[in-house]
T-cell receptor, first 117, second 111 residues
Framework: GAVVSQHPSWVICKSGTSVKIECRSLDFQATTMFWYRQFPKQSLMLMATSNEGSKATYEQGVEKDKFLINHASLTLSTLTVTSAHPEDSSFYIC?????????????FGPGTRLTVL | GDSVTQMEGPVTLSEEAFLTINCTYTATGYPSLFWYVQYPGEGLQLLLKATKADDKGSNKGFEATYRKETTSFHLEKGSVQVSDSAVYFCALSHNTDKLIFGTGTRLQVFP
C-alpha cells in the first residue's frame, strides 16, 4: 500500500512551452501533497505544499506564476511549469501524506525528469 | 532555522564492510528523524525513522539511534551488499508537513 505515481517519468520540451506533471496516490487518499525539486548531487528542496481543494503554499523563492500547482482531488495533484526555460531543467518529485497515517509519513513518487532545450 | 548535515560522499566500501553515514541536526524541540534511500532511477523510499530520543529505527539490516544529547542520527549497517548502493538522505520533521533533508550521501559498494 501507499503507492504514489508520477507521470510522465521524463519529458523533453522546447524553451517557452509549458509542461504538466501529474502526481497520483494510487491506493490511499492524500489530503496533502508536496512538490520537491532535486538538482544533481543535491538534496531535495521543497517547492510547495498542496492541500486538496485549496491554494498551494509556496516556499520562499519559488515563483507561484511559474510553477502552478493544482490539487483538485484527494488522489491527484498537478504541477505545471509555465514557459519553461533551460534553468528549469531538474528532477521534480512529489510526495503524499496518507490521511489515515501519522503527520510525518510522506510517500514519494518516482520523480519526473524535465529537460528544457 | 532547522537543518540537517550529512557527511559528504561518496562512501566507497567493499561488500560485507561496516557502514556508518553520519547525520547531525539542528532543530528546536523534538523533531522526528528519518533516513530515506534513493536507488538509481527510483524515487525516495523511507528506510527507517525514530520519533523520540533514544529510539532506534531499523530496517533491512540498517539501524539509527536518535541521540538527543549529540543531536545525531547516524546510519549503520554491519555488512553492506552491492544492492545497498544508493543515495541516502537524512531528514527531520516536526509535527508539520515539512521534511528538511540533508544533502544526501552516495554509497557505492563493490564486490
Amino acid at each position: 500500500g501507499a503507492v504514489v505515481s508520477q507521470h510522465p517519468s521524463w519529458v523533453i520540451c522546447k524553451s517557452g512551452t509549458s509542461v504538466k506533471i501529474e502526481c497520483r496516490s494510487l491506493d490511499f487518499q492524500a489530503t496533502t501533497m508536496f512538490w520537491y525539486r532535486q538538482f544533481p548531487k543535491q538534496s531535495l528542496m521543497l517547492m510547495a505544499t498542496s492541500n486538496e481543494g485549496s491554494k498551494a503554499t509556496y516556499e520562499q523563492g519559488v515563483e507561484k506564476d511559474k510553477f502552478l500547482i493544482n490539487h483538485a482531488s484527494l488522489t491527484l495533484s498537478t504541477l505545471t511549469v509555465t514557459s519553461a526555460h533551460p534553468e528549469d531543467s531538474s528532477f521534480y518529485i512529489c510526495s503524499a501524506r496518507d490521511r489515515m497515517r501519522g503527520h510525518n509519513e510522506q510517500f514519494f513518487g518516482p520523480g519526473t525528469r524535465l529537460t528544457v532545450l | 532555522g532547522d537543518s540537517v548535515t550529512q557527511m559528504e560522499g561518496p562512501v566507497t566500501l567493499s561488500e560485507e564492510a561496516f557502514l556508518t553515514i553520519n547525520c547531525t541536526y539542528t532543530a528546536t524541540g523534538y523533531p522526528s528523524l528519518f533516513w530515506y534511500v534513493q536507488y538509481p532511477g527510483e524515487g525516495l523510499q523511507l528506510l527507517l525513522k525514530a520519533t523520540k530520543a533514544d529510539d532506534k529505527g531499523s530496517n533491512k539490516g540498517f539501524e539509527a539511534t536518535y541521540r538527543k544529547e549529540t543531536t545525531s542520527f547516524h546510519l549503520e549497517k554491519g555488512s553492506v551488499q552491492v544492492s545497498d548502493s544508493a543515495v541516502y538522505f537524512c531528514a527531520l520533521s516536526h509535527n508539520t508537513d515539512k521534511l528538511i533533508f540533508g544533502t544526501g550521501t552516495r554509497l557505492q559498494v563493490f564486490p
